[in-house]
């Protein structure tokens, strides 16, 4: 250790920077996630349980679930196919699709969610298709489906695409020479490869689908017990000055944050330790690899 | 053609591209470029009236004054933030690594109402700070305080794998050339990690700009003072404004892609800069 002495602050510093982060990080992050669950049970359990039996609260857990599961598996084929796209073959214009692919990201909620309004809304170019055909998209499911594939659009892709870029492309062009079929190959040789990076997009995207606000705010017309959401049912029961029901639902969220950062940290450390062991062959040549790792 | 041709031994590259192409235009391509139609039917005598009004105008100072207070508090805490967890050891930092990413996984509502609980003048904070005179609920501040807490992930992920890369004989040389310890941060360390620094900060900036879920419970929303333009979109939308709601949504649009546009070209930059760096290491 003494060599590497030059390399740090004194100790005075190093304390002051150790109470500056920690101290920002106690009062920005610690406590927020410690009041959710303080406010949720102030009255004691039995309030507690109340709120979350509550049908309004029930439907709407219901609902962010299945706007979940009809996202997701969407998403998770656009990620594959895109990445495969990107990180497999060399076109014109790639560059701007990754960017293309980020576009998401620098909208506003809000303007995502007004976006569908311009187009299925009563005003909307379909709108007057759809009402004669009496098919409800704004402030019904399908919109909040839209407006959370919208804003989920990006997190997959872009886990997997600098992953698979990394892993470059000999793997597979080994196994598709020695007569792999299309599919075999993906089930045999990307896959396994990319499971790790694919479950951390997917964890991600998970999380923003469930929480998401703003953009399914604006097209579900909030109706309750209908087009609810766990996110929007807390703000209703907020606006009502129900601090127990609406901390009640909060905690479900925050629990779900809670295991989205387990899970997380869990793939984090399983794609660091595949990592190392891929660079233990480097080790010879290059210690300081193996060393980090 | 040739050359194109030698790379697909794969299978899958037109189906692969065309779902993710056809998937990207109808998700968000072709919803943009109609928003983008719907503007350009307005005359720009309308256009700028109403992206004008003293009110849009005062949720525009709101929004981008906050998001830049925000992502500076986020920048200066951030760089801390990412330093300690890197090189410094101590009890729980695991923990608290994996706690940084909170504000991604937790949904903005939750964290509204809570910071709201938090630093209302009754809260656990808000109590604290009242004999000192500061209010922070349902004032700007507030807003600051909400911003805060969506951008932390931004920094200090940007950040941290930067200060990880840095080789520590570099640090040595400087101090065995005489450097203190400052001089070394400032000469030799901060110029490396700057690119980053901007990067995560022009995130949480991006991010704070179009927050609308944490902000709207802590805000108080009271036009001209703590009204931030999102929610400006929202009311006109439920006022069956749909005019106004486009163009201040075109509004935010621009600024949007404009920042987008720099993070590319941050990214870029660092990215050259840094195979450069290394290509000259290392001439194999």
């Keep these: ?128 298709w759809l009402g004669a055909h009496d098919i409800k998209i704004i402030f019904a499911l399908p919109g909040m489906v839209l407006a959370t594939m ?63 606000f703003g953009a399914v705010s604006v097209v579900s017309g909030h109706i309750r017990g209908m087009t609810n959401t766990l996110p929007l049912h807390v703000e209703i029961l907020y606006n009502e000055y129900n ?43 290059n210690p300081a690899v193996a060393a980090k790792s | 053609m040739t050359n194109s041709r030698k790379h697909r031994v794969l299978p899958g590259f037109g189906l692969s591209l065309g ?39 005062a949720s525009y100072r709101v929004t981008f004054g906050c998001a830049l207070l925000a992502a500076l508090v986020n920048a200066f805490f951030g760089l801390i933030v990412a330093w300690v967890l890197v090189r410094y050891d101590f009890p729980g930092k695991r923990f608290i690594d994996a706690l940084v990413d909170l504000p991604f996984a937790l949904p903005t509502a939750v964290a509204g109402i809570t910071l709201t609980t938090l630093y209302a003048n009754t809260g656990w904070v808000g109590s604290l700070l009242v004999p000192l005179g500061i209010q922070i609920a349902f004032k700007p501040a507030g807003i600051v305080v909400a911003l805060i807490f969506i951008g932390i992930p931004f920094v200090v992920r940007t950040v941290q794998p930067v200060i990880e890369d840095i080789e520590q004989e570099i640090e040595e040389a400087a101090a065995t050339l005489g450097a203190t310890r400052w001089q070394t941060f400032r000469r030799v360390l901060f110029p490396a990690l700057a690119p980053a620094l901007l990067t995560g900060f022009t995130l949480a900036f991006s991010r704070a700009i179009g927050e609308y879920g944490s902000v709207i419970f802590i805000a108080g929303n009271m036009p001209m003072v703590s009204e931030i333009t999102p929610l400006m979109i929202i009311s006109k939308l439920e006022q069956y404004d749909t005019q106004g709601a486009i163009v201040l949504a075109l509004v935010m649009l621009v600024i949007s892609f404009v920042l987008l546009l720099a993070i590319n070209l941050l990214q870029w930059y660092a990215a050259n800069r840094h195979t450069q760096r290394h290509s000259e290491r290392k001439p194999a």
Excluded at chain 1, 41 to 59: H, I, M, N, V, W
Excluded at chain 1, 97 to 121: H, K, M, N
Excluded at chain 1, 168 to 180: I, K, M, N, P, T
Excluded at chain 1, 245 to 264: D, I
């Design chain 1, 1 to 128: 250790m003494t060599p590497r002495r030059v390399n740090t602050e004194s100790w005075p510093v190093r304390l002051l920077l150790c109470v500056l982060a920690l101290g920002f990080l106690f009062f920005f992050l610690g406590l927020p996630l410690l009041s959710v669950f303080v406010e949720a049970f102030k009255q004691g359990f039995g309030p507690y349980f109340e709120a979350l039996c509550d049908a309004d609260t029930r439907s709407a857990i219901t609902l962010t679930l299945v706007i979940a599961v009809m996202v997701l598996p969407l998403n998770i084929l656009f990620g594959l196919s895109a990445a495969w796209a990107i990180a497999r073959f060399d076109f014109r214009g790639k560059s701007l699709l990754i960017t293309l692919i980020d576009l998401p990201f620098a909208v506003s909620p809000v303007v995502a969610g007004l976006l569908f309004i311009l187009i299925f809304g009563r005003q909307g170019f379909l709108g007057d």
């Design chain 1, 150 to 212: 919208f804003v989920t659009v990006p997190y997959i892709a872009r886990e997997l695409i600098p992953l698979m870029q990394a892993q470059g492309r000999d793997e597979e062009e080994a196994a598709v020479s020695l007569g792999a079929s299309g599919l075999q190959m993906f089930w045999r040789v990307t896959l396994p490869n990319i499971k790790w990076g694919l479950l951390y997009g997917v964890i991600l995207a998970n999380a923003r689908a469930m929480g998401e």
């Design chain 1, 243 to 285: 601090s127990v029901g609406a901390f009640a639902a909060a905690s479900v969220l925050a629990l779900l944050a809670l295991v989205t950062l387990v899970a997380k940290t869990i793939v984090e450390w399983r794609m660091a330790r595949e990592i190392a062991m891929l660079s233990a062959d480097l080790s010879i040549e």
């Design chain 2, 19 to 57: 779902f993710a192409l056809v998937y990207l235009s109808l998700l968000v391509l072709l919803p943009l470029a109609g928003l983008v139609a719907h503007g350009v039917h307005m005359s720009f005598a309308d256009f700028w009236a109403t992206a004008t009004t003293p009110r849009t105008l």
